[in-house]
């Protein structure tokens, strides 16, 4: 099977920066819970799997230390446009070395590609949320 990996690179790498994002530098680490985002858990499978930790016995090879290296640094920065550009580019150059790895990550089923979420609020204390499981408490006067 022969595997564009340009264009892999480029659809799987949203994922991945989804669940850097979400989970930090503990993202190669944590394990999957069922409560955890169906995106988020992918992105983090294509991660476990670029960077070889689905395979512990397995050494890992030059490009998947440097992507190793540049996950945990975009932990640190999340929303840093130029090193998720740099995450891409050691995706396709991974890829390209492994195409074994590539050809597995091609076959796998994708969910719904990652959503942007822009929060606004108005107001003086107005509080800005994206998921809300409880209660708001702004220390205003409330009983």
Same mark, same amino acid.
């Given at each position: 099977m022969s595997v564009d990996v340009v264009q892999l690179a480029q659809d799987v790498t949203p994922y991945a920066t989804t669940a850097i994002t979400a989970y930090g530098a503990a993202v190669l680490a944590r394990v999957e819970s069922d409560a955890a985002d169906v995106t988020v858990s992918f992105g983090q499978r294509i991660l476990q799997r670029l960077i070889g930790r689905d395979t512990p016995d397995s050494e890992t090879s030059a490009e998947q230390e440097a992507l190793a290296a540049t996950v945990a640094e975009l932990a640190g920065t999340p929303g840093d446009a130029d090193l998720a550009a740099v995450l891409r580019v050691q995706v396709r150059r991974l890829m390209t070395a492994h195409p074994d790895i590539a050809t #597995?990550?091609? &076959?796998?089923?994708?969910?719904?590609?990652?959503?942007?979420?822009?929060?606004?609020?108005? &107001? #003086?204390?107005?509080?800005?949320?994206?998921?809300?499981? &409880?209660?708001?408490n702004t220390g205003d006067s409330t009983t």
């Amino acid at each position: 099977m022969s595997v564009d990996v340009v264009q892999l690179a480029q659809d799987v790498t949203p994922y991945a920066t989804t669940a850097i994002t979400a989970y930090g530098a503990a993202v190669l680490a944590r394990v999957e819970s069922d409560a955890a985002d169906v995106t988020v858990s992918f992105g983090q499978r294509i991660l476990q799997r670029l960077i070889g930790r689905d395979t512990p016995d397995s050494e890992t090879s030059a490009e998947q230390e440097a992507l190793a290296a540049t996950v945990a640094e975009l932990a640190g920065t999340p929303g840093d446009a130029d090193l998720a550009a740099v995450l891409r580019v050691q995706v396709r150059r991974l890829m390209t070395a492994h195409p074994d790895i590539a050809t #597995d990550i091609a &076959g796998w089923a994708r969910p719904a590609e990652p959503a942007t979420v822009t929060i606004t609020t108005s &107001g #003086d204390r107005s509080p800005a949320v994206h998921n809300n499981y &409880g209660t708001i408490n702004t220390g205003d006067s409330t009983t």
